[in-house]
């Protein structure tokens, strides 16, 4: 399975992501946030918890502060945590994972087209 997603290059021009940066420092924060769209890419629907003991782990994994994952998990709007289930989602990883999501569905059955054409102009399939 594919594991990547699309970075837009307009993403530092995002009002939350700015006000993160400049409360935080810019590569820190930037960072962590990056880390967290990436753990998300490799989880199913793209949420995971963020209970204490699975943060901490994460936050030991990548060497980072704890408090600072949950600072930028809830403080500047950029997650989508639901306190009840004890998970998050990113929005914008849900937004740019659907067009990527379509654009693959579409290069599937483009490929389908092709191999029926091809199957045709041989009369054969391989």
């Given at each position: ?20 940066m ?39 994994r990548?060497?980072?502060d ?27 990883l ?8 379509e ?11 092709i ?12």
């Amino acid at each position: 399975k594919d594991q990547y997603f699309n970075l837009e290059v307009n993403l530092l021009n995002d009002d939350n992501i700015a006000g993160m940066m400049l409360e935080l420092g810019a590569a820190n924060a930037l960072g962590v946030y990056v880390m967290l769209l990436l753990h998300l890419r490799t989880k199913d629907n793209y949420e995971a918890s963020c209970r204490p003991l699975p943060l901490k782990a994460l936050a030991k994994r990548y060497d980072v502060d704890v408090d600072l994952i949950g600072r930028i998990l809830r403080e500047f709007d950029l997650f989508e945590v639901d306190e009840e289930r004890q998970m998050f989602r990113a929005p914008y990883l849900d937004r740019v994972m659907k067009t990527l999501e379509e654009k693959w569905r579409i290069n599937a059955e483009n490929g389908k087209k092709i191999r029926r054409i091809y199957c045709i102009f041989l009369s054969e399939c391989v």
